[in-house]
């Protein structure tokens, strides 16, 4: 049960999802940014959560598959900038990095005609929870006992019990591999969408990247690095030897499959869509005019790409959005993550 306990904690207190419909007079987006200060504390000009990140570019090189089920332009033939930001599941900027932390990868695809794609996306299998309402439950139930620094077992037993589709999502989520870094993860949408093609068929769809570095699944029980940034520095070291790349594939959904309920996986064998290349060539800290300042806001799309009926997917953007506003007048604090110049290091 302790164990069980600290794997809890760690994803409610780190995942930037706070999905779900928000009942005014239950939970609004401000109060559940209220639960992540709560719980974490509040560090002026960081986000609420996902606090610890550094910021990447490349491009993303279509191969025209996806044209058949979408409309949107970064689908057709050619090759499109993207920037984005790598970030740990934590709500606080200078926790060590560890091997089993949750890592996430947004990004913002630069379109024609000022439109513009993000996305946010984890190295998970599912959502723990699938509303507002459980999440901030979640968060809650595993925040640390002011008497004993740690979260409260019975408590977090007690909320899985109630709520038996955390329980199934979180036992996922747990028996997850974990990667050694960054560059070997892979990264899912957890929420469905709705690709759009020409002809107005609509597809839904969730989407994954899918890592082309070979480096081997961290061994279980390696011991922690020492380095607290080891997680970034090693992603700056991988990049001094040559770029990153990931496939940007589609799984389509079949009749039946659950498109509004993320602690849900579609069952194994469903058509696939090869998206294209996405090829990560730069890192470089936060700062002002760069990453820092996004706002990955997931119902940013283009035509083409519409939402879901899942609920996390307002929520998370409502959310966000009081996320961005806080820390955007708030005095900005320089990143735990830097990278001094190394030979070989693209910075």
């Given at each position: 049960m302790a164990t069980s306990a600290i794997v809890v904690a760690g994803l409610a207190g780190g995942l930037a999802y706070a999905g779900g419909l928000f009942s005014p007079d239950r939970l609004t987006?401000?109060?559940?940014?209220?639960?992540?200060?709560?719980v974490n504390g509040v560090h002026p000009g960081f986000r609420r959560n996902h606090t610890k990140?550094?910021?990447?570019?490349?491009?993303?090189?279509?191969?025209?598959?996806g044209a058949r089920l979408s409309k949107a332009v970064v689908f057709a033939p050619g090759t499109r900038p993207v920037t984005g930001r790598l970030a740990v599941a934590v709500g606080k900027p200078f926790v060590p990095d560890n091997e089993t932390l949750v890592r996430s990868l947004a990004l913002r695809f630069e379109l024609p005609d000022g439109e513009e794609w993000r996305t946010g996306m984890n190295d998970i299998p599912v959502f723990p929870v699938p509303t507002a309402q459980d999440f901030n439950g979640l968060l809650v139930a595993t925040a640390a006992d002011p008497a004993t620094g740690k979260p409260d077992p019975a408590r977090i037993s007690a909320f899985l019990a109630a709520h038996p589709k955390a329980a199934g999502a979180l036992k996922r989520i747990k028996e997850r591999p974990f990667t050694a870094g960054f560059a070997d993860a892979s990264y899912n949408s957890l929420n469905a969408f709705r690709f759009i093609a020409a002809d107005g068929t609509i597809t839904p769809v969730r989407?994954?990247?899918?890592?082309?570095?070979?480096?081997?699944?961290?061994?279980?029980?390696?011991?922690?690095?020492?380095?607290p940034d080891y997680l970034f520095d090693d992603f700056a070291a991988r990049l001094g030897r040559g770029p990153v790349q990931w496939r940007l594939v589609a799984t389509i959904a079949q009749p039946g499959d659950p498109t509004d309920d993320a602690t849900q996986p579609w069952p194994e064998g469903r058509e696939t869509v090869d998206l294209g290349t996405l090829t990560v060539d730069h890192i470089d800290a936060e700062a002002s005019g760069n990453c820092r300042d996004v706002n990955f806001d997931p119902l940013v799309l283009p035509s083409?790409?519409?939402?879901?009926?899942?609920?996390?997917?307002?929520?998370?953007?409502?959310?966000?959005?009081?996320?961005?506003?806080?820390?955007?007048?708030?005095?900005?604090?320089?990143?735990?993550?830097?990278?001094?110049?190394?030979?070989?290091?693209?910075?």
């Open positions: 987006p401000s109060g559940i940014v209220d639960t992540f200060q709560n990140g550094a910021c990447i570019s490349g491009t993303f090189e279509s191969t025209g598959a989407w994954s990247l899918v890592a082309l570095d070979s480096s081997p699944a961290d061994p279980a029980g390696a011991s922690k690095p020492t380095d083409g790409i519409a939402p879901s009926d899942d609920p996390l997917l307002s929520a998370r953007s409502a959310a966000y959005s009081v996320s961005f506003t806080r820390r955007a007048g708030e005095a900005k604090t320089p990143s735990e993550v830097q990278f001094p110049a190394k030979e070989g290091n693209p910075q």
